[in-house]
């Protein structure tokens, strides 16, 4: 007998908002099923306030509002059970984060959770990524938001180090990341990965899901550093217009894949990594996987 359950994730972004609503497939003495029934993401850059003038504007709030009631409505026409809804960078530094969190709740009826960049890596290790570590090999998982990148180091299956850092795409694009950050960044990975030979990487966020399906490769094959960096320099030799028109880029992707993409080359640099695995998994994937098994 199969037993087909609904829950729902909202990923409350600096880049966009993401409304998640997945299969949850239990059969007895076979292990649960998770499948994506729908995905809607709403290009809303929250970033662009919240890092520049330090709070969400009037309009953007309005547009977060009819944006939640449109997913409450979702959830409810798709039957779901259980949801959560988390923000992360963006709303965590916006002065009026939690004024904006207290009139969604009214407005729209959902409840939002503003988490830190420990508990995002948390979930996110929680989503589907033990299937893909291999006991004997070290990975360094690297999740580029517009925000914050959380960085975390598996070793033998197990979490042995994890930072958040205030580097993102959005800060990047307005040039509110400076030196200081980055050697933080190259001295801490450098660090943790000194004692091992070999490292591979995992990379997870919208940007590098882009690069990776323009590649064209099958899920399970790495792309190399090599490639990466190519894909950088053509790239940042297109303007941004050429990017929307010639590569079917959104508009609110064309402009972040260049400084996410420099993100994760530096990142491969600094850890000797030469390779980097992009599997389909988010913040939103963990937050299912999380609710499902009570981990939050």
């Known amino acids: 007998m199969i037993t087909i359950r609904k829950y729902a994730a909202i990923d409350i972004g600096s880049n966009a908002m993401r409304l998640l609503i997945a299969n949850i497939v239990e059969q007895k003495g076979k292990e649960t099923q998770f499948s994506k029934s729908s995905l809607v993401r709403v290009p809303i850059r929250l970033g662009q306030d919240a890092f520049t003038v330090g709070e969400i504007t009037e309009e953007n709030i309005e547009r977060m509002v009819d944006a939640m009631k449109a997913f409450k409505l979702l959830m409810k026409v798709h039957k779901v059970e259980k949801y959560m809804a988390c923000a992360t960078s963006a709303m965590r530094e916006a002065y009026n984060g939690k004024e904006v969190v207290d009139l969604i709740k009214k407005k729209a009826d959902i ?112 792309l190399s550093y090599m490639y990466l960096n190519s894909q950088y320099a053509f790239l940042n030799g297109l303007s941004y217009e050429q990017r929307i028109a010639e590569l079917g880029l959104n508009a609110d992707r064309a402009d972040v894949i260049i400084p996410a993409l420099k993100v994760y080359l530096n990142a491969m640099k600094w850890s000797g990594a030469r390779n980097l695995y992009v599997p389909k998994i988010g913040l939103s994937d963990g937050i299912v996987k999380a609710l499902y098994y009570n981990k939050i």
């Open 111 to 222: 409840k939002i959770e503003i988490i830190d960049g420990k508990k995002e890596a948390a979930i996110i290790a929680s989503s589907d990524l033990h299937h893909l570590l291999k006991n004997d090999q070290t990975y360094l998982y690297v999740d580029v938001g517009g925000g914050s990148t959380e960085f975390s180091l598996f070793t033998e299956g197990k979490i042995v180090a994890s930072k958040s850092f205030k580097i993102g795409t959005v800060r990047l694009l307005n040039n509110m990341v400076n030196d200081i950050v980055w050697q933080e960044i190259e001295k801490w990975i450098k660090h943790i990965t000194e004692d091992y030979e070999q490292i591979n990487m995992i990379g997870s966020g919208g940007n590098i899901n882009k690069v990776f399906k323009m590649s064209g490769k099958l899920q399970e094959k790495p």
